[in-house]
């Protein structure tokens, strides 16, 4: 059964997430090639890794004033929404037969180690076509400042 276009319009969150130091570090050590965790290794961070990701003075100095994120990061905050929709028990989306399809980012600040995040998503598209259904949401991070962050577009494919 395709899924209804009743639910284009639909709203979730907001999702708090508190942008950690250590959160972030990890995540540019593995993406960068490391080891995520300095425990493990006394090597530190994977050589070429720009300082701002993960050296707290080297950070302070430059002109963002704390280690920020790499891009990429943003899909541990900003995916909730998506998630939420595709798990929501009224759109009866069989996960069974889901596919993430793809997702595009937009981005317009830094995250900085200790910002506030606050993710909102919508339903801005039902589609189908042949046997499958497109499900895209789209999502807004805003910071502590109100500021907006990323926006993101999630698109789920379901098989029919």
């Known amino acids: 059964m395709p899924l209804d276009k009743k639910f284009i319009g639909r709203t979730y969150g907001p999702f708090v997430y508190e942008a950690g130091l250590e959160k972030m570090r990890e995540f540019a050590y593995a993406v960068g090639g490391g080891i995520p965790s300095t425990g493990f290794s006394a090597r530190g961070a994977p ?12 950070a302070k100095a430059s002109p963002y004033g704390a280690v920020i994120a790499l891009p990429n990061f943003a899909v541990t905050f900003a995916i909730a929404p998506f998630g939420k929709a595709c798990t929501d028990p009224e759109l009866q989306v069989n996960l069974l037969r889901l596919v993430h399809g793809e ?25 189908a076509k042949r046997s499958l259904d497109f499900l895209e949401v789209t999502t807004e991070t805003r910071n502590q400042h109100d500021a907006l962050v990323v926006r993101a577009v999630w698109t789920a494919i379901i098989r029919g």
């Open 47 to 58: 050589e070429g890794l720009h300082p701002v990701l993960h050296d707290e003075a080297a």
């Open 103 to 127: 997702q595009k980012f937009e981005f317009f600040e830094v995250v900085r180690a200790g910002d506030r995040l606050t993710t909102t998503g919508t339903i801005t598209n039902i589609l």
